[in-house]
Structure formats: C-alpha cells, structure tokens
C-alpha cells in the first residue's frame, strides 16, 4: 500500500487532521464536537499516515507506544474529576477559571476532562489498530 | 446525608489501575503496588462501611448536581456491605495472583485490569443511576472479557466466546430496557424512578419494562434458562480469575436485581411467582449439573447457578425475612466462592491437575491445607454452622410464610445436591489415594515456588477462611446486617429520602 | 444577488451529483465509474458547499467551506488511485470495447511492485 | 529548511485561523503554536519551496484546471445522460518528468479531478505515470496533451 | 418559490433521488470494488446533502460534520483497497 | 455447662497441633476429657432424680432467636451420661485399638468433635441449635466412616451414609423451622407451651412428616436403614460409639424428646407403630442371616432400633417408659459386642463367625464380658436385659386392639435377637480352638476392660434396678410423659404373661440358635433377597436420577451457541409477549408524529435495505460494507433529528469499525450457510416476532407523555451553571461527567484487551 | 416519521438476533453489531425527535427556551456507541483469535468447554 501517491497525501493530511481534531476538541463545549470525536479524528489521521506509509514509519512518527496515551488520558481526567475532593466537593464538580480565555472560551476542569477524553481515544484507537497492523 | 468521599473506593481503583499501567512490564512493581493498594482499598471500604453502619445512607451528587439531574452515588448499607466485602475478595484474588500468575500474564495488564474490574464492582455497588450502572456494568465486563482471554489458550478462547456473546446480549437487553424506561419516566436516577414509575398509569408497559430488566440481569446473574455461558467459560481462566469472576461476577447481577425489583419495580403476582419458578429451575439445573462434573471447577461453576437459585428464591417470595436470607446467603456466597477458586488454584499447583478423576491423597500429603480447604467447602455445602447454613433457614421460613411449598423441596433438593458434591468431592480429591500423575512441564508446582510466592497463594486462603468461618459463628452480626439490609431494601423510604432530600415528600 | 449565488450553485451542484449517480450506473467497467464519478461529485459537493457559504455570508463560514472543499479535493484523487489500482490487481476486467491497457503486465504478482517498463532506459 | 519549516507553520497556522473562523491575533498565536508543536511531532523530510514568486503562476493554473474540469465535466456528463457510449476508454503510460513526491502526487491528483481520467498508479522507479482514460483517440496525443496540459504548468510553479 | 423551498422541494430530492441510485449500484455491485467506488459516493453525496440540509435548518454547525465526512470517508475506501490487495497476496 | 460441651470442638481443633503428643504416650490421657465430662454430669444426677431440671442459655444469634439454651432434665442426662460414659471406655479402648496408628490424632479431633456434637444435640434446648449438632453428628460420622480412606467402601459407605443422613437432616431442618415458625419459638421449653395450638395446626402434618424423616434416617428405620450396614466400615470404636450407642439414638431421642410437644395424635402414633415394627421385623431377620459380627450387630442394632421407635410409637405410659429403659439396656450390651468384636478382629483378623470359636481359651475376660451381654441382649434374668424386655411386653400387651399383633412381632424380633447376640457374643468363644488362634494373647487392658465395664453394668443394673430407677429412669420418663405417674422397675413380677413371654422368647432363641447353624452360603442366598431391599431401589433411583441429571444438563448445556441464544431470546420473547398481550393496548397517536419527507424516506429504504443486505449478502465483505451504508443511514437519522454530535460520532466509529473488520477478516475462511433451510426458518420466525414485539413496545412508549424535567433542567442550566452552550457535550463532560469516565475506561479496558489477545503468546515453556 | 423509525428498530433488532443465531462467528459479531445499533436507534426514538432543533444554546442567547431536541438520550447513545465499538473491537479481535487457534468460523466446533467430562 506504500504507494507514492498515497504516502505523499497522507504527509500533508496528518498535520491537517490533527490540527482539525484540537479544534474539534476545544469548541466541543459551545458546538458539536469534543473529546470524543476529536481523539477519533486525530486517530484516524495517524492511522492514515501508517497505511500510506507503514507502521514503523507513524511509530518513529509518534516517538512512544500510543498506549502511553492512555493512563496519561486517564490520569488527566481523574485529576480534573477528582480535584473537587480535596475541596470537599464532590466529584466531577466544575471548578472554573474567573475569566474566559480567547480562542478556547471558558476554561475549567470540564476542559481537561474532554482533554483527558482526547488523550485516552487517541491511545486507545491507535493501540488497538497498531496492534492489529502488527500482527496481521 | 451527602458526603463526597463515599466515591473513594472507586477512584482509589481507578487510581490504582493508572498507577499499575505505568509499570506495564515491571511485574514485580505491580506485585507490590496490587498488594499495598488492595489492603488500603480494604480500609477504604471498611470506613465506608463503619460510616453507613452509623450514620445511616450517604450520597454523593457527582457535580454537585442534584438529584435527579446529575448522577447519584448513594451509600447505603446494600452497596457498602457489597463494597466491602469487593474489596476484602479482590485483595484475596490480588495477593494471589501476585504469586499464581504467570509473568506472561502480568506483562500484558492483568492487576490492571483486574483493578478495573473492582473498579466496576465498586462502582456498580455504589451508583444510585440506572444508566450508570450500565456503564458500570459495562466495565465489568469488558474487563472479565479480557481476563478471561489473557493469555489466549484454546479453551480460554472457546469459552470466551460464549462468555462475551451471552454477555453483550445481556448488555444489549439491558440497555433496550433502560431505553423505554427512559421513554417512559424521563428519568434516569433510581430513586426518582422509584417515583416516577409508581406513577405510570399504564402498568402494561411497566411490567414489560419489567421483563427487560430480568432477563438482562438475569443473564449476567446466570439464572436458568439464562445461564449457559457461566458453566462454557467459568473453568477456563487462572484460577485467581476464575475466583474473582465466580465469587463476585454473578453476584453483581444478583445485586442489580435486588436493587430494581426492591426499588422500581415491585413485582407483582406474575413476576413474583415467575421468580419463584426460575429459582426453583435455577437450583434443579446447577446441582443436576454439578453432580455430573468431573472437573472442580466446572463443579464450582454448576454450583453457582445452584447458588444463584438460593438468592433469587429470596428475591421471589419478597418478604424481609425472605430477602434477608438471600442477603445472607450473598455475603457468604462472594466470600466461599472466592475461596474455593482460589483453592482450586492451589490445588492445581500441588497436583497439576482440576480433575477429581485423577486427583487423590491430597489429605494424606497435605493435611493443613486439606483442612483449610474443608472450611469454605464445608462452608458451601451449608453444614451448620458455617456461613451456608444460616441463609437456607430464612429461606425456608420465608417460604413457609409465603406458602411456598414447592421451593422449600427446592431448596432443600439444592442443599442436599451441594452437600453431595461437596462430600463426593472430598472423598475422591482428598481421601482417595493419590494417582501418579505426570509431570506437566508447563506447570510450575508449589514446591518449586519461592516462599514468597507460595505465602501470596496461602495467605489470601487463610484469610477469606477466616472470614467466612466469621460469618457463620459470629451469625449474629451478619444476620442483623441482612435484617438492615432486608428492611432497606422493602422499605426504601430511607433511600429516596436521602438521594432525592424534600423531593420525595411531595411527589 | 446572493440568493441567486446559491441558487445556481446548488442546482448546478445538484445536476453534477445526479450526473454522477447516472455514471455510476450506468458505465459498463469500473474504471469508468470510478473515472466520473470521483470528480463529478467532488465539483457538485463543492458546488453546493459554496452555496451554503454564499448562503450563510460569513467568513468563518466560507473558511469552513474552503477547507472542506481542498480536503476533498486532496482525498477523493487520492481514494480514487487506490481502490483503481486494487482493483487492477485483483483482476476487475476492464470494459470490452477498452483500447489499449499499457498496464497489463506491469505489476509484480509477488512483491506488488509496479514496473514503469523504462528500467534500462 | 529553517525557512521551509516557518513557512509550513505560517501556513498551518492560518488554515487555523480559517477552519476556526476567529480572524484575532490571538487565535492566530494560538494557531501557531500549535502547528508549531505540531511540526515538532511530524518532522518529514520538505523540500524547499520558494512560495511568493508562483503566486501569479498558481493563479493561472487554477484557472486553467477549473475550464479543463467543466469542459471535461460536460464531456463526461453527455456521455452519461445519452444511452450510446462515445467512450473509447483504456490504461495509458505516460512517462513523468516530475520528479519530486509532490510534483508527482500533484499531477496524478489532477489528472484524476478532472473528468474521464484517473491516474492509477505510478512506478516503482517514478518514471511513468498510469492513466486510465476515457477518450482515448490517439494514445500519443493523448500523453502529449497531459505532459504538455498539466505537467508542464505544474512543474512551471513548482520549480 | 422562496429559496428554503427551492431547495427542499427541489435540491434535496434530487440528491435523494441520487443516492438511490448510486445505491443501486451498492447493491447490485457486482465486484467488492464497484460497491467500494459506490459507497465513496454515497458518502460524498452525503456531504452535499449535509451541507444543503445546514442552510434548511439555519445550523451552520452542521457543516462541520461535513468537514468530518470529507476528512475521512476516504479512509473506508482506502481500508477496502487495502483488503483487497492483502487477500490478493494471502491468495 | 457450654464449656463442657464445646470442650470436645476445642480438643478437636488442637488434634493437628499436638499430633505427636497423641501419637505418643498422650492418647492415655484423652479419655481424661469424657470422663471429666462423665464426672461432670454425673454429680447433676441428685437433683435430677429428685425432679428438678436446669437450664443455661447463651446468646448467640438474639435477633433471630437462636442461642445456645441447654436444658438438662432426664432424657438428657440420661444421654449425656451414656456419651460421656461409653465415650470415656473408647476413648481408652482406642489407645490399644489404634495404637500407633499414623492418623490416631485425626481419629481423636472426629471422636471428641463428635462427642461434643452429640452432647449439644441432647442437651440442646433450642430447636435449630439442635439441628446444628445434629448435622455435626452426621459429618463427624462422615468423616469417621471414611477414616479408612484408602478403601474405596469406606468411601463409598460414608458418602451413602452423608447421603442419607444429610438429606434427612434437610428435612429435619425444614420441620424445624417450620414448627418454630408455628409455634413462634426456637425454644423447646416455649414451644411445650404451645402444644395444643401447633398439633391443631393444618400445618401439623408437615411438621411431623418432615421431623420423622430426619429421626428415621438417623436412626436407621426402613426403608432408609442401609446406611448403617455400610458403616460399619469405620473402626470399631466408631461403630460402637456412633453407629450403636449414641449416634443412631439421636433419632430416638428426637422423637423421645418430641413426644409430649407433637405425639398422642394418630398420626404420630401410627407412623412411628408401622415404621418401627417393619424394622425391628426385618432387621432382626436380616441380623439372623448374617455371618460377619459387625454386620449382626450392625442388623441386630437396626431392629434395636426399630423397637425403640415402636415403642414411642405406641406412646402409653408403660411403652415410654420401656423405651427409656430400654435405650440404656441397648447401649450397654450392644457397646459391649461390638467392643468385643473389635478386639476379635484386631486379634484374629477376621470376624466371620462361622470361622471363629473356642476363643473364651485365649481371651478369657472378654468371653465373659461377650457372655454377659449376650445374655443381657436375650433377656435372660438377671440382666438388665431382663427388665427392659418385660417392660417391652408389658407394653405390648397392653396396647388394645392390636396388642395381639404387636406382641407377636415383638416376640419374634426379640427372638431372631437373641440369636444374633448368641451368634456374636457366643458363638465365637465357645467350642474348639481352630489351631491357627492358638498363639492368641490377650490384648492390653485397656482394650477388654471397658467392654467388661459395660457388661457389668447390665448385670449389675439388673440386680439392683433400684440404682438407676429414681436417678435415672424416673426423670427420663418426666422428661417424656408429663405428669406421668411415678415409675418402679423391677427384675421379678412374678408369674404372669409377661415372664411367659420372656420365657418364651428365651427358649425359641435358644432352639434356633442349636438348629440354625451359619454360613456363609446361607448368606449368599439371602444376597439375592437384596434385590428387591430398600438399598438396591435406593441405587436404581440414584442411577435414574442421573440419567435425569445428564439429560437435563444435556439438554441445555449442550455446547452450541446458538441453541443459548435461541432459548434465552425465546425465553425473553415469550415473556415479553405475554406481558405485552396482557397489559397493552395498541393505541398510535398520529397527531404526535412528524411529517414524513422524501429524503428521509429515502435514507430510511436505504438503510431498510442495507440491513437486509447485510443479513442475507453471501460475501462478509459485502456484508460489512452494508453494514457500512447502515451505519451512515444512520448518521443522516441523527443529523436530520438534531444531534449532530451523534452523526459525527456514529460517523468516525462506523468508519473505524469498518477498518477493524477489513483489517481482520481478510484471512478468515469462507463465509458459509452452515444451517440448513428449516433452522433458518425457525430463527427467521423467531426473529421477526422478538423485532415486532420490540416494534410495536416502541409504538407503546411513544405515546406516553414523556416527563422533560431533567432535559429541561439541562438546557436551562448548560449555560448558567456549566458555562457550556453544547448541552450534549455538557452533558457528557459535566452533568453525567461520571459516564464519560467510566466509558474512556472502557476504551482503555478494550485496548489493553486486544493488545493482549494478539500479543500474548503463552509459551509451552514458561512455567505457571 | 416514528413509524418509519419503529419498523427500522424493529428490523434492526430481529436481524441482529437472526444474525446471532448463525454458526458463523463473523456473522455473530454483525448480528451484535446491529442490535447494538437498534438499541441505539430505540433511544434515539423513544427520547422523543425533534426535526432540525440540535440542543445547543444560540451563541446570544443564555439557555434553550423553544423546542429543541431532548440532549439526555444523545449523550446517553454517544456513551453507549463509544462503549459497543470498545466491545466490538475486542470481540472482532476475539474472533480473528478464535479462528486462529481453531481453524473454523463455524461456532458448532466450539463446544469443547461444555463437554461433562474433560
Ligand atoms: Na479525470
Ligand atoms: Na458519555
């Protein structure tokens, strides 16, 4: 499948891709989109860049196992749930920055929760296609 | 009363499966940090218990979103005794594992995901919203999903396919129920439901809603004629998951089913006697099964759908005495079945070999660990006064107020099969002499174990032994547990009050 | 003068769409689909892509619109080339009535590599 | 490449502020920093680009392609909606002269936009391009047409 | 005719009525690739009808899952032509 | 007094630590304990005999009503000195018996397990405290029965004797409750107060059937005696202690104890006259026809035992009173013979008794003991025996009607009684001295002394009946026969029918045992009887009821997937018809509904035929592209009804699922029609009634009004209180944040699952 | 359009079962793929549709205030349809694993593990 055509296309459209997928993140709290969609996104680029141009080629690319992403994502949106505990407020509770920060809007730990959501699809799609790949 | 700590036992799950994800191939780190985090999530659990026992259902309002707008996480004494008693039969199945488990296995997320299973557990104990509870239970079983799967051996596989269709059906059916419940309350928290639904004019629909709700949890609690994919899978996996799956696995949807059909639906006569029959069949169809095994734990695994017919004949009859004996016989249950897995483990590390056929001598080779095998076995085949005994007398009397006949045979039919297999089992494991078996050069046996690694098999034995020894002296105690529990669960005026606050005064 | 933007552009992106339905029905081989449908479609999507711009008049609208129009026009050559090539490989017949097939042969059954038949040149 | 690479971030970061639609230095920052570390991640070999003095060329060339479309387009479309087939339809090779990965990739994307052709594959060793074309007179006029058409203005901007 | 019923009673249906027809080619295939090529169009007619059913509904968010579409539709035909030479080798 | 009891379970959890100590000299000192207890009970007998009782109660579960309430009157002293008595001569008959036997210790932790069982049984005040005993009793037999585990009998015998003995225990345990339940007490004492009430009770019935079932299989009456037999593979000590003392009397004493509380009525009464008689009938012959010692004891005991509970049955004054005397008669020379027996057969290895004669040459002491109890068991005077035969009928004789017919069976066991204790206790010693038993010596005293202790007894409670009449007799018959009148027991009543009988019995006994001479082919022939015993239908229903077992199993287990999922969807589909049939009303509000329009209806067929497609396409990539088409039908259905983030999120999966499908199912095999046209059929029909029955559930809800308090809370709220203005994303990240973190998990559970599942190659290798 | 939607489900629902009932491991995975999808689409239905009103807030307005599209049952199919393809990649992978290991798509093969004795 290495095809020139494809591996060149896929060079310029994995950049895109991802670059389109952050933004579907970061609007998803005023329009559709969010971590979800955005993780899906930014997986199928990469997946993408390995069908045109391998998968060793995407894993140099990414420079660590996906899987990485995964207890990183958890991580981050344990810590943006869990953060209220400390206040003795209950999980999940939205603690939020006074004033909105341009481009992104209003930021809280609701934020790094769809992050965290980000992270964790990313890990999760790449890994189980990576593996797949591998072992075809 | 809110209080936003009664999470802890699952974020601190959840923590503790980030934590081992990031020694994904130092096994001998996730050895340590399973055995560390699971004591502590035992003390977690405890004082959530103590905190119950005292001051009465705690809740906690995820978001500080009331009820029924956000999700509820609602402690009462049902979800805590059920998170404990989690907690005690995952550090049992931990600390076994650190010294059963194969070094393979640990390098592909076993105490990962073994942690994210309890995770499940707790949460779906803890959770007071039906949708919830779905993602929970979803959890759960894509985590014994992939326990049962790892490592990959043929059987492993073949049962794993039975495992995860019957399961995902369940999955699928459950979900299809949430769906019209949904349609028809516009609700999605189970106290506000509770409400809700006694006010739906047409109980046609209700009691449709009704069956959707049994047969899914019907399904993954493994009643007849849902059951058939515990007995394919249930002897597949390690013996340390085989114990976490049979001790607590079934029982979740044991749980779920005391929970919807105390709180949502309270069934009617149909159900009711409904209920009635599929404990009786239930307990036919394990024991029948069990009788015929010859593999421990596939017996085991026949015995919990056995078992399971116990629990639900309590659900059926539905009076608090009832119910208290199916409470009992739930605790008891977790706690010997985890140990009977975990014993099987044991035994095939001694020998290298499940099959009674070929086992033998065990007592005349081993007599402390013969012994210590004879408490849960015993405990299981409810020679009074071990932990199995107590339930059954509940069970009966309830019957008897109910005027049902037909399940006390049941039940007494049910007993006696288990007290049969249990003594053919003791008989042909334990007595008969020992066979000269081959040397499996795949299986490393206990006596070439390191010490360290022979404790981590013995001790988590020695404990859940103890335990269920506790239950069934100290009765006492457990039986004014299942009482509270019972009349909670009855009455749940308690429980609505304290999700919903001045909500469910004026519905 | 808006409104008559968008409606031009949406009938015309209308007739290319059902222009390329036809094609696909109707061409007898396919290589001649995937030929008129690939870029029929993509100039009557973008045509009515740039209606609904013309329609909204909004910048971040038309910048939307221009990015999903060059992502298109970067991805369906692309799809087009190789389900195409798969095809070939896989041995989907071209049309009887077909001229010439320079192709034929090219490809190294084994290691699917593609000769240009100018090696030595 | 320094240069090659601030201009790629140039670039990413305005398709930024385009697909955003927040037209604000602040997006525009933001945009950038983020291709930026985007970049970081995906270091692939670019060649050098001198963008400003094509701007007119691309210009034209976008216009040339866009009459080559809908000329083509009507070509195409009067073969569909009549029941007779015009077409004279086969694979045809023509060799390349462009050489880089993107010079190449461009021309075939082109070639298959534009209707009654498809660029099928090219080479292993780049030299020849694969077409399947629909109307098909005269091979050799035909490449001529390609290589003349196409590629020539193609290779006009990028080199 | 206003131009919200110009397009739905007239662009809508005709891109509808395309579908149905590209469908056909779907079903009656007959080769994986036909139903591959297909299923590219139909994903691309999609985005049409998408971008057109935005301006009926006033929702330019809609637009987005257009952009979404465009991204990846290819994807799925890639994934097919992928398939079909793996068991082309496998063979 | 719970001390005493629980000292037993004390000693028996120490036996595996302090093994060597009782492998070596310290067995010497375990008779220590009965004895103590013996002592212990003993010094309550004073007050006993002169009519009071006690009582000690300990809490142990309150809040249900069970504790550990220990009444001890008559009968349970009465019993409580027999098995501390006869327990204290085997615990020191064991010392020699098993004398360095590897697994004396476990022996011990059984023997004092089981005494300590029994004591709670009797003195147990409780009801389901006496149940637990009670269990305990049986699995203490279990495990002693099968001490000689390498035997497969043995085995075999303890697993029917559990069997039996569990599976009665169930019933007991359910006439238990159901009689606390009635009588709304665990307490015996309250229970008493209540008697009237629970005999007039519907449910009386029940209580009694289900408590006799528990008494017969414990004490062993036909048809459920075969288990005792076979248990007489445990050592001799068991046999004698368990299996005729103490154990097999629990039955007896159940029923002796339930007398006043359930008996008098007809049917209690007749019951246990039928039930008794046909065993006392049929043991006793069975006991003539046997040749090996254990087994005529094991039969003679069955009938023994038959007799008591015959003698309950009849329920008079002087029948109950004969049942008290007699319990301590039986005990004392059945212990005794088997006693000998075991010290016969550890001396010459065998027990045959038509092998066995002239021992009294060799192992004198113990002729005399085998001498005296025989001649107790044949109720010859003096003996105790004597008394309690009188007593036997007397109480016949006096039963009304049908005292003719009880007599005679009486008459007869007591006759073919007195043959099987001629045969065991006599025969043996008497005559030539076979040449190979010449070396014989007399084994350690600790061995022959407590079966003499016992014989004594007999003579000496014969002579002077007045030394266990007020202290012991007197109370036991209190403890039965509430206001009875005042008892007196006698050896000599002078000349009447009675002694005619006794005489009687004695002489035809005698003549039988001169013309009836066993053997071992007699034996054989009477094999052949077993056909048709109790024992063989016991097994044919064992064998049926596994072949029920594996038929039922079959039936549902059997292995194929598919047949799970047809019956767990025909199981839901029929409940679900019914619930729907009976409770719904099909009702379309079309007023409700939106308007149809063409590319809705349009993307509807396409999805409508993608579905069938998919379903019935003959390639699985045919099938996983429309499924494909599905999936994207399905975005437009979202994207059409407002949820755009549904369209984008069904799109992005749908496409990922298609990649993970092509990237695994290209090296699949073909995709087959395996099932024949008829099954497709079925589960076509099948099918399309679960999908109407949705269908049409769906039709149902759609016109209930739907509550909106909780989406309109959302929507008012997203932006106020979330800071949010995507209420599906607020949703999802902050009023129901929970479900989006269980779900990344579940993604992350799922990777890691996969990971494992294609990189995880165990090898052969690697040790587990 | 309910209508529509309910003999959709409805199909949806009884060719995932028929699906299921198949020997065939790769149809078992379409089939729960499909009754996914129907449970999905009974959510969708029966949260009530809305034509054209997705349910986010106007960027100048603070809250929804005219008809709009029910937000519960969205987020709920979006968790749901995350989930199923969590479950339906690994059981694809299960499969694939399965047939590797015993050479037959045909489910009827498998049932070693509820043979009584073993
Ligand atoms: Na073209
Ligand atoms: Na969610």
Known sequence: MKTLIFKTASTYLLPLLVLFSVFILLRGHYLPGGGFVGGLIASIAFVIHSFANGLEQTKNLIKFHPGFLMPVGLCIALISGAAPLFIEQSFMTGLWFENPIPVIGMVGSALFFDAGVYLVVIGVTLTIIFTISETL | MNNPYIVLPV??????????????????????????????SVGIATWLFKEVYQNGILTMQAGEWQAPFGITFVADLFSTTMVLLTAISGMAVGIFSTGSIRNARLKFGYFPILNFLLMGLHGAFLTGDIFNLYVWFEIIIIASFVLITIGGEKAQIEGAIKYVTMNLLASAIFLTAIAILYGLAGSLNMADLSIQVAEIENRGLVNVVAILFLVGFGIKSAIFPLYFWLPASYHTPPPAISAVFGGLLTKVGVYALLRIFTLIFIPDEFLGNLLIVLACMTILSGGLGAILQVNMRKIFSYLIVCHIGFMLAGLGIYTELAIMGAIFYLIHDIIVKTNLFLASGLIFKLKGTLNIEKLGGLYKKYPKFSLLIAIPLFSLAGIPPLSGFWAKVFLIEGGYKENEWMLIGFIILGSFLTLWVIAKLWSEVFWKDAVDLPKKINVKYFHE????????????????????????????????????????????????DAVLGIKSQTP | MTELLVYILSTSGAVFILLAAVGIVKMPDLYLRISVTTKAATLGIGLILLSAACYFNDTAITARVVAIIIFMLLTAPVGAHMIGRASYFTGVKMWKKSKVDDLKGMYDKKTHKLKSGEENQ | MIKTKFLSNLLLSLIWVAITGAFTVENFLFGFALSFFLLWVSATDRRDNKYFNRIPKLVSFIFFFLYELIKANIQVAYDVITPRHYMEPGIVKIPLDAESDLEITLLANLITLTPGTCSLDVSEDRKVLYVHAMYIKDKEEFISSIKNGFERKLLEITR | MSIYDYLYYIILPTLSISILIIFVRFLIGPKLSDRVVALDLLLTTGIGIIAVYSILSDQPAFLDIAMIMALIAFLGTVAFAYYLEKRERND | MILAILSGFVLAGCTPFISKFIKGKGSLLLPILPFGLFVYFFSFLKEIGEGQTFRFNYDWVPSYGINFGFHLDGLAILFALLITGVGTLVFTYTT???????????????????????????????????????????????????????????????????????????????????????????????????????????????????????????????????????????????????????????????????????????????????????????????????????????????????????????????????????????????????????????????????????????????????GLAALSNAGAPPFFGFIGKDLIYEATLAYGDWAMVLTIAAVVTNVCLLFAGLLAGVKPFVGSLPSNFTSLHLPHPTMWIPPLILAGLGLVFGLFPSLVEGLIVQPVFSSMVIDGAPVHIKLWHGFNLVLGLSLLTLTLGVILYMIVKPSSSLFSKTLKFEMIAPQTLFEIFGKFFNAFARFWTGLFQNGYLRNYVITILGFLTILLAYRLYQGVNLYIDTKQLTALTIYEVIVALMMIVAIVFTVFSRSRLVAVASLGVMGYTICLIFLFYSAPDLAMTQFSIDTLTVILFVLVIYNLPKYKNFSSKAVRIRDGILSVFFGSLIAILTLEVLSEPLNRETSIFYAESAYLLAKGKNVVNVILVDFRGFDTMVEITVLVIAAIGVFSLLKLRLKSIEKE | MELILVVIIGLLYASGIYMMLRRSMVKLI??????????????????RIVKGKPPII???????????????????????????????????????????????DDLDELNTTDEIYE
């Open chain 7, 58 to 104: 106007d960027s100048t307005a603070k809250m929804l205030t005219e008809i709009y599209a029910d937000p519960v049952p969205q987020a709920l199919i979006l968790t749901a349809i995350v989930i199923s393809f969590g479950l339906q990649s690994f059981a694809i992978i299960l499969v694939k694993r399965a047939y590797k290991i015993t050479q037959t």
């Open chain 2, 449 to 496: 174990l390191k010490p360290f690694k022979r404790w981590a098999m013995v001790i988590p034995i020695i404990l859940l032994a103890g335990t269920s020894l506790y239950i069934g002296l100290a009765a006492e105690h457990i039986i004014v547990l299942s009482k509270q529990i019972a009349a909670e669960l009855i009455n749940p005026t308690a429980y609505l």
């Open chain 7, 30 to 47: 379409i089939g729960l793929i499909l009754l996914g999808n129907g449970a999905n689409m009974l959510i969708f239905l029966l949260g």
């Open chain 2, 11 to 40: 974020i601190f799950q959840l923590l503790t499966s980030v934590l081992l994800m990031f020694f994904w191939y130092r096994v001998n780190a996730q050895r340590l940090i399973t055995i560390i985090c699971s004591i502590i």
């Open chain 6, 96 to 370: 020699s018996y098993l004398k360095g036997h590897h697994y004396l210790d476990r022996f011990y932790g059984y023997l004092s397990m089981f005494m300590a069982s029994m004591l709670g049984l009797v003195l147990s005040d409780n009801i389901i405290t006496l149940f637990i005993f009670w269990e305990l009793t049986s699995i203490s037999s279990f495990f002693l029965i099968g001490f000689n585990n390498d035997d497969p009998k043995s085995r075999k015998s303890a697993l029917l004797a559990l069997s039996i003995t569990g599976l009665g225990g169930l019933f007991l345990l359910a006439g238990m409750v159901l009689l606390g339940y009635i009588g709304g007490s665990y307490q015996f004492q309250e229970l008493l107060s209540q008697s009237t009430f629970i005999k007039e009770h519907t449910s009386y019935g029940w209580i009694v059937g289900l408590i006799f079932i528990g008494a017969f299989t414990k004490s062993a009456q036909f048809p459920f005696h075969f288990w005792l037999p076979g248990a007489m593979k445990a050592p001799t000590p068991v046999s004698t202690y368990l299996h005729s003392a103490t154990m097999v009397k629990a039955g007896i004493y159940l029923l002796a104890r339930f007398t006043p509380l359930l008996g008098g009525s007809a049917e209690w009464n007749t019951t246990l006259i039928l039930v008794g008689s046909i065993t006392m009938v049929y043991a006793a012959i069975h006991s003539v026809l046997r040749i090996d010692m254990k087994g005529i004891l094991a039969y003679s005991t069955i009938s023994a035992l038959g007799i008591l509970v015959f003698l309950i049955g009849l329920g008079t004054e002087a029948s109950l009173l004969a049942a008290g005397v007699f319990i301590l008669v039986h005990a004392l020379y059945k212990a005794t013979l088997f006693l000998i027996t075991g010290i016969v057969d550890h001396e010459t290895g065998t027990r045959d008794v038509t092998v066995l004669s002239g021992l009294s040459k060799v192992l004198m002491p113990v002729a005399i003991a085998a």
